[in-house]
């Protein structure tokens, strides 16, 4: 069982939120977030916690393998409501079809590897032909699915529990696509081991004249402004991964004789007021109110005449197209 799963069952046996159980084990919010949510293989000193967390309350971490991470309803709502303040007024996708003078889902049959809750399937919908969303967290795709089916785009987009590598030999053995999206996604492929295997599925999935876009952080604001509230340079390498997992695949799609374009997109996080920014900065970095004043400090520069706080986020936009693919 992987880490995060094992600390998803910890939380749930104890009923705690996640800005609670971030407290408990004396880590940032923004990093217990991204070990549920994103994966990503926690620090030594994080484990080293997390095992006198579960010492203090007679865990035992053996027996969390017996549960199913699968059945464990934890909710997103810390999550969601942070990642609903993000990109406002929908520069992302305005950016990449002016960047690129196309429109690369448009009227496509599209895959979206790494779907999460749905921010970027929600804003290309209406554009596409068909869309297949898949994702191996269920939590996100839970959240999905309820947006679908209070949409009227339901109806085109089927929503896939699993790992690519195994839905393209089973479940989606027979289907082929125009364009493949790894929407923040691909950097969590790769740290966890996974991107060739993904790559060789994307690969066999493919049709002719298809195309691949793959967008991440390589630096932030927000990022930096919860550094400055921990203390810490977490972010510093969060970034350097980023980073790494775009030259990976910049390097796999060239030698594939893709043909790539990159380019850098700057996108905002765009709070309604102070009081809203602070209170989720506060939850993310997993201090206390006796901060309140320190954190004002450190979002006071990013307030604009409007009373709404934003914070730039740097996105590295990989773009990749073929006019001819053979299945691999």
């Known amino acids: 069982m992987e880490f995060c799963d094992k600390i998803k069952l910890a939380r749930k046996k104890l009923r705690l939120s996640q800005h609670a159980f971030a407290k408990e084990l004396g880590i940032a ?40 991470v699968n059945q464990v309803d934890l ?3 810390d999550y969601n409501e942070w990642s609903s303040y993000y990109d406002k007024s929908n520069n992302e996708i305005r950016s990449i079809i002016e960047s690129l003078k196309e429109t690369p ?22 554009q596409v032909s068909t869309l297949t969303a898949v994702d191996i967290d269920s939590g996100h795709l839970d959240i999905l699915k309820k947006k679908a089916a209070s949409s009227e785009w339901g109806s085109k987009c089927k929503i896939i529990l699993g790992e690519l590598y195994d839905l393209a030999e089973n479940e989606l053995s027979d289907e082929k696509f125009d364009c493949v999206l790894f929407t923040w996604s691909w950097r969590f492929i790769y740290q966890q081991g996974k991107a060739d295997r993904v790559y060789k599925a994307v690969k066999k999935l493919l049709a002719p004249s298809a195309s691949i876009l793959s967008t991440m952080t390589i630096g932030g604001q927000w990022e930096d402004a919860i550094d400055r509230i921990v203390g810490t340079r977490e972010s510093d ?92």
């Open 105 to 126: 889902w448009l009227n496509k049959r599209v895959l979206e590897v790494g779907c999460g809750t749905g921010r970027f399937t929600e804003k290309i919908i209406s």
């Open 29 to 68: 919010y923004v990093t217990l977030n991204r070990l549920e949510n994103e994966r990503f293989h926690p620090s030594y000193d994080t484990q080293k916690r997390f095992e006198e967390f579960c010492a203090r309350h007679n865990i035992n971490i053996l027996e969390l393998g017996g549960a199913s």
């Open 237 to 328: 390498r969060e970034i350097n991964m980023n980073r790494a997992a775009n030259q990976y695949l910049i390097d796999i799609l060239k030698k594939d004789g893709f043909c790539n374009t990159d380019f850098i997109q700057t996108n905002y996080f765009e709070f309604p007021s102070m009081d809203v920014a602070q209170r989720l900065a506060l939850e993310m970095s997993g201090v206390g109110d006796e901060r309140k004043e320190k954190v004002m400090q450190i979002l006071s520069g990013n307030i604009g005449g409007d009373g709404k706080v934003r914070f730039s986020d740097v996105i590295q936009c990989i773009y990749a197209k073929s006019d001819k693919r053979e299945d691999g």
């Open 75 to 77: 909710g997103s709502s």
